[in-house]
């Protein structure tokens, strides 16, 4: 890869992920040695005591490196990179999961995408040659799938992957597509990237393989499905 200069911002939301976090942040700085970064850790008041280790890792790593920007409570995954953003001092944002669904050894990929094509934003994608699921359920791999088939059909977005959550943002169009979403949750990833496509960003895609958490609880169940719908037909209605 050719001398970056750019640092990179990388927002981590957290909600009970002690078992998790050290494990994720260990694999960032393995796989961006020669990246300058800041890792945004964004706790919802977690009671496992994830705070606990990311305070530890700061000890190791640097408070410079590992900034802990924790909330009192669960406050939705989109006013958790609303808050991270807040305190970045990147050009660019990374957002991604902290149960290791999204692995860091695709990081290399997202920047080397970015800077060949001078992107707005970088999405992993799970539906290309090269990308894929592991771990799931063949009803759930259907159930994803097929959500996001009539997401394409409906919404014509431009990406092949509206749900996914591993994203290289330039860091002004993160601030632009953020202020102009108000969905919650698990619709709020559907909702950035069909309203950057329809601001005209550049938006380029990576393939990547989603392997289903590690350790602890999946989060999504039937609410989060009735909520997509609902966020569907939402965007259908106003993009």
């Not at 990179?8 to 694999?27: C, D, Q």
């Not at 970088?122 to 759930?140: C, I, P, Q």
């Not at 059909?153 to 601030?175: A, K, N, Q």
């Not at 309203?195 to 989603?210: C, D, L, N, Q, W």
Request: hydrophobic share 40%; proline share 3%.
């Amino acid at each position: 890869m050719e001398k970056n200069k750019n640092k990179y911002s990388l927002i981590i939301p957290t909600y009970n992920e002690r078992l998790n976090i050290a494990l994720i942040v260990y694999l960032v700085f393995k796989h961006l040695r020669d990246v300058e970064f800041e890792i945004i850790v964004v706790d919802d008041g977690s009671p496992d005591g994830t705070q606990d280790v990311v305070k530890q890792l700061q000890q190791v790593y640097g408070e410079d490196r590992i900034l802990l920007r924790a909330r009192p409570r669960k406050l939705g995954l989109g006013t958790a990179y609303s808050h991270g953003l807040k305190h970045a001092s990147g050009e660019f944002v990374i957002i991604m999961d902290a149960d290791l669904s999204h692995h860091p050894k695709y990081l290399p990929s997202f920047i080397k995408k970015q800077m060949e094509t001078g992107a707005s934003i970088v999405t992993g994608t799970r539906y290309v040659k090269g990308g894929g699921v592991h771990g799931w359920t063949l009803m759930r791999k259907l159930t994803s799938r097929g959500a996001n088939v009539l997401a394409q059909t409906l919404l014509w977005p431009g990406v092949s992957d509206l749900t996914g959550s591993f994203r290289l943002y330039r860091r002004s169009v993160l601030e632009d597509v953020i202020s102009s979403c108000v969905s919650k949750g698990y619709v709020f990833q559907m909702e950035m990237i069909v309203r950057a496509s329809r601001k005209g960003y550049h938006i380029e895609e990576v393939p990547i393989t989603f392997v289903d958490r590690v350790y602890g609880i999946s989060k999504l169940g039937g609410s989060e499905i009735v909520e997509y719908l609902k966020g569907l037909v939402y965007l259908l209605l106003t993009t």
